[in-house]
């Protein structure tokens, strides 16, 4: 039973996932806002959902923080391996050459919170919380609004591009901005309401196959909380809204740093990354490196791919493969 509901939970999350990317398009459009700050902020608020419930309803009800904390870190590494995928579907040009190089600057910010997550659980008990809730999640979500604004800055430099790109003519004349503010919010609650049942199923799961907590929030959570960011992305690919993709997937390792900070407000015990195995800090790194060379491949801008991936895309699925191996090592 346990199985089957997981994938009741899943199926909803994908039917729902399909139609963010339309609706998020379609809201990119009307408002002028960019498809980079709309993937950035209101696709990765939105997809990152499932993380955000999950991780309450972890540490409030199932009482596994483990759970909780795995599955945001599984899923800013699973979020990296996605690039990977959408690169697949691009030929013969690497996706990140299609990409603005604004991304660069969401995908910093995503580097910088992990990095302030990866001291806090290397440091575990000795850094001392403000009442329950550790230090390092008030600095994360401070940094999290400056980035959110650093980001709407930046976008409003880009601001002539938009025009050019309203001139083209709208893509969506037969369909109103209500409707579709309407639609996304509907397909959204959706998403959420199959993610709160994900936490008690991952807690069954892991006691009955003995994988432990740490690995199946890590591994089986991440990945299913994280398919909304997988159909989001491959659906805006295939609708030629590449920062739509790629601006959802930083995005949405910015947000879930700061679900993180959430979870802790409401883990009442204390400071939550004192109180999960410190085998987390494997899947921190590996995002934080997973990043970097995300940056380098936007950075460097290959003009061809001479296998079916990028050479930054192996070295994504590399250090993917090399987390999966570390996690059940430790498990």
């Not at 302030?116 to 994360?140: D, H, Q």
């Not at 609004?145 to 409003?156: D, F, Q, T």
């Not at 009442?268 to 995300?294: K, P, Q, R, W, Y």
Request: proline content about 2%.
């Amino acid at each position: 039973m346990l199985w089957a509901e997981f994938i009741v939970c899943t199926l909803c999350i994908v039917y729902s996932g399909t139609k963010l990317s339309r609706y998020g398009d379609i809201i990119a459009e009307k408002t002028g806002l960019g498809r980079a700050w709309i993937g950035v902020v209101l696709m990765a608020t939105v997809t990152s959902l499932p993380e955000l419930v999950t991780g309450i309803s972890s540490v409030t009800y199932a009482q596994a923080p483990d759970i909780a904390v795995g599955d945001v870190l599984g899923s800013c590494v699973f979020n990296m391996l996605i690039l990977a995928i959408l690169d697949l579907t691009q030929k013969p040009v690497p996706i990140s050459t299609k990409a603005h190089h604004g991304q660069v600057l969401s995908a910093g910010f995503g580097i910088l919170l992990l990095s302030i997550v990866s001291l806090s659980l290397f440091f575990g008990n000795t850094l001392l919380p403000l009442g329950w809730v550790g230090l390092s999640s008030l600095v994360c979500m401070i940094i999290y609004l400056i980035g959110m604004k650093l980001v709407y800055a930046y976008e409003k430099k880009q601001f002539l591009s938009l025009l050019k790109e309203k001139k083209k003519g709208s893509k969506y004349a037969d369909i109103s901005l209500h409707d579709a503010v309407t639609r996304y919010g509907l397909n959204a609650a959706m998403v959420v309401g199959a993610a709160t049942f994900l936490p008690s199923i991952g807690a069954g799961i892991a006691e009955q196959t003995g994988l432990g907590q740490t690995f199946v929030g890590n591994i089986l959570i991440a990945f299913s909380t994280s398919l909304p960011e997988v159909v989001v992305s491959i659906t805006a690919v295939r609708m030629d809204a590449i920062d739509l993709a790629i601006g959802n997937l930083f995005g949405s390792n910015i947000f879930n740093m700061f679900i993180l900070a959430i979870d802790d407000l409401f883990f009442t015990a204390g400071a939550i990354l004192s109180f999960v195995d410190e085998t987390h800090v494997i899947s921190a790194i590996c995002a934080i490196a997973m990043s970097t060379v995300a940056i380098i491949g936007l950075t460097y801008r290959a003009e061809k791919k001479k296998l079916f991936l990028a050479w930054d895309s192996i070295g994504l699925v590399i250090i993917y493969v090399v987390n999966l191996m570390l996690l059940y090592m430790k498990r």
